[in-house]
């Protein structure tokens, strides 16, 4: 799968101290919300891209 | 007299079978460890062209295609199946780009993930580890010997693999084939909700996969391993094809019949990993935003990844649960959003 245009999300709502809780990115052209949670593949996919120097995350609006 | 006599009285030489024996061996439902073995299930689509890479379901639900650079395939939903079986649908692999000079590192593979939870009934890592059998009913135009393996990947350790080789002797016929799995007393399944035992159907590899050893019991991981013995290369033809259906995964030293289940309880298994709500929602105000909630109707193996299909307003997807989340967009904007899929594949 390839992933483009990684950006941090934050909850709007029960995120008390405005932690980043997704990221926004497309995933084979198509718009995808990936919870920050290890379990979550695509989320382990786009943590090992990013170690790999190969994806990169902007920040949240 | 009862049933577990009668039988006793016809195998003969005394033997002795008690009912639990029968409960265990004959009459045990859901015994198959595979989701949705008999490819009922095809929630994204019944059929994919193009597919080069794998890696992810793209059709029928917890199969993956596993490729690297050997040709081009489609893959679908197939109504050829095996006669007098009950199986209405197989998994079909269509190659319509050929490879037939495979590099080192290329392969095509079937593959089949579980996650740890559905692992522990086998008792890995204990003196009490149990044997099963892996079995399947498989069709190709290409005759020659196939390898399929299990691998146990398991946290902070090596995977280990455990791989049988099987002969294709007649083309464009339906075969059942039974790779006997022993026990693993040193090495456990990790007990829990991620990816811990993948089957690889191997189908063809370069000189990386198949130069080493067939392993047929449990050994540490070692990539030159995995196909050893598999002869042939199922991308070297256009004309080539391969179906698969019937999988089914359970303990003891012998195949049972297949164990077909109603539609909706192998849909419900198969929305633990990937689900479309189908239909529009329509989000509500929510001081001077507008918000929208959304309930899976299966609780996901983790907290999925969310797209959906139409989102013109541009809501912001918050799924921080495994049974739910919701959408939000500020400024307001009441755009519905449509059909909302999550995925926690493994």
Not at chain 1, 20 to 36: C, K, L, R
Not at chain 2, 151 to 167: A, D, E, H
Not at chain 2, 252 to 261: I, L, M, Q, R, S
Request: charge should be negative; glycine fraction near 8%; charged fraction near 15%.
């Amino acid at each position: 799968m390839i992933f483009t245009n990684a950006k941090y999300h934050k909850a709007p709502l029960d995120n008390p101290d405005n932690k980043n809780t997704a990221v926004v990115v497309e995933i084979n052209g198509v718009e995808s919300w990936v919870p920050m949670d290890e379990a979550n593949t695509d989320y382990a996919e786009i943590l090992r891209q990013v170690a790999a120097g190969t994806l990169t995350i902007a920040d949240a609006d | 007299m009862s049933n577990a006599r009668n039988l006793a009285n016809l195998l003969g030489t005394g033997t002795q079978i008690t009912t639990a024996d029968i409960a265990d061996e004959v009459f045990l439902s859901n015994k198959n460890i595979i989701k949705n073995g008999a490819m009922v299930v095809a929630q994204r689509a019944t059929s994919v062209t193009g597919d080069t890479a794998g890696g992810s379901v793209k059709t029928v639900d917890r199969m993956n295609p596993e490729m690297n650079a050997a040709g081009t395939w489609t893959q679908s939903q197939s109504t050829d199946v095996p006669s007098g079986q009950g199986f209405v649908y197989s998994f079909k692999l269509d190659c319509t780009t050929a490879d037939a000079s495979l590099a080192a590192n290329d392969y095509v593979a079937f593959g089949h993930r579980i996650e740890g939870l559905d692992l522990q009934r086998l008792n890995y890592g204990t003196s009490g580890a149990k044997s099963s059998i892996l079995s399947f009913w498989v069709k190709t135009n290409k005759a020659g010997n196939y390898v399929v393996g299990v691998q146990n990947v398991i946290t902070g350790s090596t995977t280990k693999n455990c791989s049988f080789l099987y002969t294709v002797s007649q083309a464009n016929t339906w075969q059942k084939i039974e790779f006997p799995i022993p026990a693993d007393t040193a090495a456990a399944f990790d007990n829990d909700a991620n990816q811990t035992a993948i089957i690889y159907w191997w189908l063809a590899v370069g000189s990386n996969y198949n130069t080493g050893t067939l392993r047929t019991t449990w050994t540490n991981n070692v990539s030159a391993d995995f196909a050893a013995g598999l002869n042939v290369n199922l991308a070297d033809s256009t004309d080539n094809e391969w179906y698969i259906t019937g999988i089914q995964w359970e303990e003891g030293d012998v195949a049972t019949p297949f164990e077909h289940e109603d539609y909706a309880t192998t849909l419900r298994k198969c929305k633990r990993y990937y689900e479309l709500l189908e239909g529009s929602v329509y989000p509500t105000d929510y001081s001077s935003a507008t918000l929208g909630n959304y309930f899976w109707t299966e609780e996901k193996r983790a907290v999925p990844t969310v797209t959906a299909d139409t989102n013109s307003g541009g809501h912001g997807f918050n799924g921080v649960y495994k049974s739910g989340g919701y959408f939000y967009k500020s400024p307001a904007n009441h755009n519905s959003v449509a059909n909302i899929r999550g995925s926690s594949e493994l």
